[in-house]
């Protein structure tokens, strides 16, 4: 699934484009929403959650949708040829000026704009939302500390503790804590992980390249996630990769055994 940063993004491309205009065209290509024509409302504003979407609309009506894995917004002029085929466009948003569709989107859902929170009431702090508080960092932390045997690789991708973390970002945190992602949550400083969860995801939430080095350097920008080919920036060992979960939750995890030892 997309980090909480690329939803961030989509979402504030679909707010720049979209937000304050009045809908010429309003397509929801569903079987369950195909009827509901939106063009005639003015989209009220976009709001993200963690990886889920809401684009709200005057009349108190919200668009739910997620990304998962392979979902996109695409946002461009009228009129340009689509980058994706037809039969994968699942909604159409258009006013004269700009168009944007969702490609293979998911959990499409129309709800109440005040009924949004039935739809992610269950998830944790979301970590790039602007009014976070010491109060939201405290909650996660009390989430992540609440099963201390759990993997923290595993728990940091648990959007109930706190939305927004990936794959990518959970081995980059785990390997900025110096821990193995087997480790067990009780081994870990809780509030560490927490502060940098959400440091690097605020760090990348407008950045076409993630980054969570600071080099500047192609190939250089991660320092564990992807980055078999290479040695460890911090060591020059080797960076190696296993799957970490269970069932459909099995994710691969990327770590240094040098700088994170497995205990």
């Not at 003015?42 to 709200?56: L, N």
């Amino acid at each position: 699934m997309p980090e909480g940063d690329t939803v961030f993004q989509a979402g504030h491309r679909l707010r720049q484009a979209l937000a304050g205009h009045t809908l010429t065209r309003g397509e929801l290509r569903h079987p369950r929403l195909s009827t509901i024509d939106l063009a005639g409302r003015t989209v009220q504003g976009v709001r993200t959650v963690g990886k889920h979407i809401f684009v709200q609309f005057s009349g108190d009506v919200s668009l739910h949708n997620h990304l998962r894995m392979d979902g996109s917004w695409h946002v461009h002029r009228p009129g340009t040829r689509w980058r994706a085929p037809g039969h994968q466009v699942r909604v159409i948003l258009a006013h004269p000026s700009a168009e944007a569709i969702g490609v293979r989107l998911h959990d499409m859902e129309l709800v109440a704009t005040d009924k949004e929170s039935r739809l992610v009431g269950h998830l944790g702090p979301d970590l790039l939302d602007p009014s976070w508080t010491d109060e939201d960092a405290e909650r996660a932390q009390r989430a992540l500390a609440a099963d201390p045997a759990r993997e923290i690789g595993v728990a940091l991708l648990d959007q109930r503790v706190m939305a927004g973390v990936g794959n990518v970002y959970k081995a980059e945190v785990c390997f900025l804590l110096g821990v193995s992602p087997w480790t067990p949550v009780s081994g870990v400083d809780t509030a560490r992980a927490v502060e940098l969860s959400r440091d690097l995801l605020r760090r990348n939430a407008m950045n076409p390249r993630r980054n969570t080095t600071g080099s500047t350097m192609r190939g250089r920008e991660l320092w564990v996630y992807e980055q078999t080919r290479r040695g460890c920036l911090k060591c020059g060992g080797r960076i190696r990769v296993a799957d970490q979960g269970a069932g459909l939750d099995v994710r691969k995890t990327w770590y240094c055994p040098v700088c994170q030892p497995r205990t």
